[in-house]
């Protein structure tokens, strides 16, 4: 009687596995190609949008933190590289990260490990290379996501990092 039930058994555990592992190599992609489309219909890709402080309502991907500015570029890599001009905000903290379709991580850096002075990204897909001058940061695919996080310890001065953090942009090389 048991010995009857093994091979469907062992069929429905593979089925269960393959069903499995192709939920999580498309989950990420599908994440990111929705977490990318609502991001751009807020400024469109290849530009910083600088979004206003979280509030309960702030509810566009995640639970955004009230306490961190948020500036998003979502980028298409398909008509060139993306190039990021950074300046650093003088913030208790400050970074920079790019995501990549899949949602991995091609660069973090922060405020401290740049100085605080500006640098330069180019954001390549396989098959460009970067500008001189810009430092180059290969992705998988050619949809991602740069994201700019500032800490805002003290609500006042808002404001002034608002303005600063707009200094930060990214376009497409031409």
Not at 9 to 20: D, H, K, P, R, S
Request: with cysteine.
């Amino acid at each position: 009687m048991i010995r009857r039930w093994i091979g469907p058994l062992i069929v429905a555990l593979l089925l269960a596995m393959g069903a499995w592992h192709v939920t999580m190599m498309m989950v990420p992609d599908a994440l990111m190609h929705l977490a990318v489309g609502r991001i751009a219909k807020a400024g469109g890709p290849n530009h910083f949008t600088h979004a206003p402080l979280a509030t309960a309502a702030s509810r566009t991907i995640v639970r955004p933190s009230p306490d961190l500015a948020y500036s998003s570029c979502p980028f298409d890599l398909s008509k060139g590289p993306l190039l990021i001009d950074a300046v650093p905000v003088l913030a208790p903290y400050w970074s920079l990260s790019i995501f990549d379709a899949r949602t991995n991580v091609a660069l973090v850096r922060n405020g401290i490990k740049a100085n605080y002075k500006p640098f330069r990204i180019a954001v390549l897909k396989a098959g460009q290379t970067a500008p001189a001058g810009y430092e180059a940061v290969h992705v998988d695919g050619t949809r991602g996501i740069a994201l700019i996080r500032i800490l805002i310890d003290d609500r006042a001065r808002f404001p002034v990092i608002d303005q600063e953090r707009r200094a930060t942009i990214c376009r497409v090389a031409t």
